[in-house]
């Protein structure tokens, strides 16, 4: 599945979340985290249960909960969500900052007193965890690796510039470890909901590196984020070739093969495959 788009809501305001697929989003996220004050976070806890175990909840999209980055407050999160008998319209967990390869099994501990096999987002979004995202990404548990500007910029303390070169190494950093353990890679948001151009802009930018999906804050950045990352008519009819003449050299034993005068080998399968993904999630393959 395409993870164009991630979509976040505050968890102490779950109808949002049950709005949240109607904006389009690949992916759901009902955040307990920054987006909760302490003395909310066991209300939203309890009201986030209710709706995950509401059976008229059952979204096509991918569902996710931003747990707590601190110990305490992250382990009474996985107790609601997965101590409960309810069968929870739950697909994933998102771990913010995570900083190491540590930060990721504690959840995987925690979760397997509960049986738990659900896959981990990881957010990148300090200098440990950026110098530290090759261990993270390679965790057998995490499925995806996020890049968090905003609280890396905090961090170390970087001035916040448009066009982010302040963040671009370590933006860089992010989708090689992703692509290196072979995981979707999610890039940082754009805060200001209003900057349509500039969400567009930076959504192809980071498309170019080689992210697989943004984050947004915002039902209205989603479309503008998915149209970003769906392919046009050229490149999907590019994609059906390379897959079709794939399909025929692999029935016949070749692993190099020709379409149209270019030599097509693994690599371009790959970027076949991924637009594919993408054309498939915005409804234009069939």
Request: hydrophobic letters at 45%; a negative charge; aromatic letters at 4%.
């Amino acid at each position: 599945m395409a993870r164009r788009s991630l979509l976040f809501s505050p968890g102490d305001r779950p109808e949002l979340l049950r709005k949240g697929p109607a904006s389009g989003a690949d992916i759901v996220c009902s955040d307990l985290e920054d987006a909760v004050a302490p003395e909310r976070k066991p209300e939203a806890r309890e009201g986030l249960v209710d709706l995950l175990s509401d059976s008229t909840f059952d979204p096509d999209c991918e569902v996710c909960v931003r747990i707590n980055s601190e110990r305490a407050a992250a382990a009474a999160d996985l107790e609601a969500l997965l101590g409960t008998d309810a069968d929870l319209r739950l697909d994933s967990l998102m771990l913010p900052k995570a900083e190491s390869a540590a930060d990721v099994e504690r959840v995987v501990e925690e979760t397997s007193r509960w049986a738990a096999d659900l896959p981990l987002l990881a957010i990148c979004e300090s200098a440990a965890g950026v110098l530290h995202a090759e261990e993270i990404a390679a965790h057998e548990a995490v499925d995806a690796l996020l890049f968090g500007a905003e609280d890396l910029s905090a961090d170390i303390g970087a001035t916040r510039t448009r066009d982010r070169t302040e963040v671009l190494h370590a933006r860089e950093h992010v989708v090689l470890a992703a692509a290196a353990a072979g995981v979707d890679a999610i890039d940082t948001l754009v805060t200001d909901i209003e900057a349509t151009d500039h969400l567009a802009e930076d959504t192809r930018f980071g498309l170019e590196l080689g992210y697989d999906g943004k984050m947004c804050i915002h039902p209205a950045q989603v479309a503008v984020v998915n149209e970003a990352f769906t392919p046009d008519a050229d490149r999907v009819e590019w994609a059906r070739r390379i897959l079709e003449a794939a399909a025929e050299a692999e029935r016949e034993g070749r692993g190099v093969f020709r379409v149209e005068g270019e030599m097509v080998d693994a690599p371009l399968v790959t970027q076949a495959e991924r637009v594919r993904d993408r054309a498939q999630a915005a409804g234009i393959w069939d």
